[in-house]
T-cell receptor, first 113, second 112 residues
Framework: QKEVEQNSGPLSVPEGAIASLNCTYSDRGSQSFFWYRQYSGKSPELIMSIYSNGDKEDGRFTAQLNKASQYVSLLIRDSQPSDSATYLCAVNIANFGNEKLTFGTGTRLTIIP | GAGVSQSPSNKVTEKGKDVELRCDPISGHTALYWYRQSLGQGLEFLIYFQGNSAPDKSGLPSDRFSAERTGGSVSTLTIQRTQQEDSAVYLC??????????FGDGTRLSIL
């Protein structure tokens, strides 16, 4: 079993709709969770971090964490073509991102105009 | 600059040669990380430096790989006797205390 699992996609979503990206992790001791966006040929860019159960909203992005189910998700509302990218889920055993990150292989998202 | 700076941005070398990759973290960040991303793959942890503590080298794939961080700032990742499977994008990240990691633009390494 992979430590961090994501559906590789591609996930196609019409412009203006909600894109839902999912991630599960195996280490129950995980403390901090991150979503990075990676455009083709570019480096990962942090878009959301979440540390406690529940929802965290930032603009069009909402991260959801359920530690009991070992599940973290990212919702993108009002999807735009510029949201087309690979989204990487990353998990850390330490608080706030210190210590190494364990990444999923990413979900490729395409927003269809 | 304000972000993590890596050099060179691209490196092409022959199999068997040694290469050095450089990372200059965000000013004031005490933690520095090296990751590797092979084509179509996720990011693979290599090594982590935190302040003056001994580095976490648990991700280095072989003894051909080494890294150092001088003066608690700039880091160099060295790959000796390069092999074709070393071809990848090498990414450096840094973080401040209780802060998420931010990545540089990476070095794209191609071994011929």
């Amino acid at each position: 079993q992979k430590e961090v699992e994501q559906n590789s996609g591609p996930l196609s979503v019409p412009e203006g709709a909600i894109a839902s990206l999912n991630c599960t992790y195996s280490d129950r001791g995980s403390q901090s969770f991150f979503w990075y966006r990676q455009y083709s040929g570019k480096s990962p860019e942090l878009i959301m971090s979440i540390y406690s159960n529940g929802d965290k909203e930032d603009g069009r992005f909402t991260a959801q964490l359920n530690k009991a189910s070992q599940y973290v998700s990212l919702l993108i509302r009002d999807s735009q073509p510029s949201d087309s990218a690979t989204y990487l889920c990353a998990v850390n055993i330490a608080n706030f991102g210190n210590e190494k990150l364990t990444f999923g292989t990413g979900t490729r998202l395409t927003i269809i105009p | 600059g304000a972000g993590v700076s890596q050099s060179p941005s691209n490196k092409v070398t022959e199999k068997g040669k040694d290469v050095e990759l450089r990372c200059d973290p965000i000013s004031g960040h005490t933690a520095l990380y090296w990751y590797r991303q092979s084509l179509g793959q996720g990011l693979e942890f290599l090594i982590y430096f935190q302040g003056n503590s001994a580095p976490d080298k648990s991700g280095l794939p072989s003894d051909r790989f080494s890294a150092e961080r001088t003066g608690g700032s700039v880091s160099t990742l060295t790959i000796q006797r390069t092999q074709q499977e070393d071809s990848a994008v090498y990414l450096c990240a840094s973080s401040g205390s209780n802060q998420p990691q931010h990545f540089g633009d990476g070095t794209r390494l191609s071994i011929l």
